[in-house]
């Protein structure tokens, strides 16, 4: 992007930048036309830097994010540390990738993986004595943040499976808050 964005969405990964970039044109929004950058910082304990870079003292861009449950109260006192409120930023349930594998459904997201060609790997974590106990939905929690690039890779693909009336309450939120100006 050439000059500043305007918006700056700040989320905790990669993964959850590739959902949005997935989910905002099925929402009718073209995030780059309408000056939107998403960042992903790293984690969310990064956020104290990035609000500096983007927030009041910084670029004082219009900012909105994403997290996941357990960082919110992170997020929140790092808001207001430089004068902002929790508005534009939006909690996801555990996290992002819950959410899309609830949106979607365990047979859908079962199936996703099967035309990856990975249902086999996941078949095996499944047979693991430390997972033999768990939910269908926590083995494919698990099986997504498995191995290096699979996590951006699936959100990608679990956003892009799903119709606008289907995505998750968070991501719906966000994409309809940047879209206001």
């Given at each position: ?23 905002a044109?099925k ?40 997290c ?28 992002l ?26 078949r ?9 106990r ?5 083995h ?8 290096s ?10 956003a ?22």
């Amino acid at each position: 992007m050439g000059e500043d964005p305007s918006t700056v969405v700040l989320v905790e990964g990669m993964s959850d930048s590739f959902a949005i970039a997935a989910a905002a044109p099925k929402c009718g929004v073209d995030l780059l036309g309408a000056g939107v950058q998403v960042v992903a910082m790293g984690g969310a304990t990064n956020i104290g830097r990035f609000l500096q870079t983007y927030g009041p003292d910084g670029r004082n861009a219009r900012l909105a994010g994403l997290c996941d449950v357990g960082e919110a109260p992170l997020f929140a006192r790092s808001l207001e540390r430089v004068g902002l409120t929790t508005e534009g930023f939006f909690v996801c349930d555990r996290d992002l990738e819950s959410e899309l594998i609830r949106a979607l459904g365990s047979a859908r997201v079962e199936a996703i993986i099967e035309n990856e060609g990975e249902l086999q790997s996941l078949r095996r974590l499944q047979q693991m004595p430390f997972h033999r106990r768990r939910s269908v939905e926590q083995h494919l929690h698990r099986f997504i943040g498995s191995r290096s690039g699979r996590k951006a890779r699936y959100a990608q693909l679990l956003a892009s499976a799903l119709a606008v009336d289907e995505m998750p309450r968070p991501l719906v939120d966000l994409v309809a808050y940047v879209r206001r100006k």
